[in-house]
């Protein structure tokens, strides 16, 4: 048998641990919900949202990690993700109130081990166009990322 070697991403650093928490039980529920995730991504916009999931019927969804009510408060971007996703969520841990969240979004709340879905998001179907560059944009920072990996002094930094 094959021993498994446990692979290390770099650290990003604007995080907070209770973000990476979030984050961590997030992608956990997503994966679950058969997407795959890929984290700090940027978008046509110029954003980068935290995590953006991508599922096999090309379903794109995006989830904006909040982690505290100041967290909240000061960072109004996200309605710009709505252009970029076929449903936009929050995420959050128990500390934080829920009903500090938009209700046309959907919300999530996590801790560093699973998550669960507490209101959907409503469905805003992406236009092709728009649909196939978040997809390229996901499939190409995946892959970078994943070859940065196997050759850490690569030309990869682009993408990351």
Do not use: N
Request: overall charge negative; hydrophobic content about 45%; proline content about 4%.
């Amino acid at each position: 048998m094959r021993a498994t070697q446990r692979i290390e991403l770099p650290v990003d650093g604007r995080q907070s641990e209770t973000a990476l928490k979030i984050a961590r039980g997030t992608s956990r529920l997503l994966h679950a919900h058969g997407f795959s995730v890929v984290s700090e991504l940027s978008l046509a916009s110029g954003r980068r949202a935290d995590l953006v999931a991508l599922d096999g019927g090309g379903e794109i969804w995006i989830v904006e990690i909040k982690s505290s009510v100041a967290d909240f408060r000061a960072d109004q971007k996200w309605m710009d993700y709505r252009l970029h996703c076929d449903r936009l969520f929050f995420a959050t841990c128990m500390e934080v109130p829920c009903d500090i969240f938009p209700k046309d979004t959907g919300l999530i709340v996590a801790d560093a081990f699973g998550a669960q879905i507490m209101c959907e998001a409503p469905e805003h179907r992406l236009a092709a166009a728009t649909r196939k560059a978040v997809m390229l944009a996901f499939a190409q920072t995946a892959a970078s990322r994943l070859q940065a990996l196997a050759d850490p002094e690569g030309p990869y930094g682009e993408f990351l």
